[in-house]
Structure formats: C-alpha cells, structure tokens
C-alpha cells in the first residue's frame, strides 16, 4: 500500500516562495507517476505538474515559468518549487501517485489511485 506525506505549505505574501514535498512509501518510488493538484475552496480539484520514472514533466498553463516539478528516487521524494506565487494560488496541495496512467489521463484526479492528505498553502495580497 503506498503511502503518501505532503509537507511544505505555509502562508507566504505575493511574490514569494514555497517549496512543497511529497514523501511516498510502500510502493517503488522509481516506477512510479506523480503529481500535484489543488484544491481551492467551493473548487474542483485541478492538475498542477506531473513527473514519471523518466523524470517527464508537464504542467497547467497556469504555472509555466513559476513552478518546477522535480522528484529524487533516491529519497522517494517528490518536489514543487513554486516561485512568483499569487494570491490565486491559494489552495490546498495534494500530491497523488499512480503506477501506470496514459499520457492521456495523467491531468486527471479520477486516474490516480494514491493521495496524500494535503498541505495548505496561503498567498497573501
């Protein structure tokens, strides 16, 4: 069973910078796809960034020159760098892994089997 541990939110003013990680056990780190979403209140859950075993990485439109998606299989972890944050940013982060998803379905919450509990991140304006 494969378990998973967000860390690294807080609350940070605009401009600023975060850096969320995502602990995965139980399962072989290496193989797997993982991602980032968020949640913002009264929203759905929407995709972030994901990486795979070969360190490829696609991200939101929303993020591109902000955040970078990075993984170390050595520590079975995961990271988002997330610079330049806005006050739209404000969500809960969850990171979610998977161990065999299409290209097609990785921007899909329904598509990951695993997921942590979140960390709260907070733009101020």
């Known amino acids: 069973q494969v378990h998973i541990v967000e860390s690294g939110g807080g609350l940070v003013q605009a401009g600023g910078s975060l850096r969320l990680s995502c602990e995965v056990s139980g399962g072989t780190f290496s193989s797997l796809i993982t991602a980032w979403f968020r949640q913002a209140p009264g929203k759905d859950r929407e995709f972030v960034a994901v990486t795979d075993r070969y360190r490829r990485s696609s991200y939101a439109d929303f993020v591109k020159g902000r955040f970078a998606i990075s993984r170390d299989n050595t520590q079975n972890t995961m990271y988002l760098q997330m610079d330049s944050l806005k006050p739209e940013d404000t969500a809960v982060y969850y990171c979610?892994?998977?161990?065999?998803?299409?290209?097609?379905?990785?921007?899909?919450?329904?598509?990951?089997?695993?997921w942590g509990q979140g960390t709260q991140v907070t733009v101020s304006s």
């Open positions: 979610a892994a998977d161990g065999h998803l299409i290209m097609s379905s990785r921007r899909m919450p329904a598509a990951y089997d695993y």
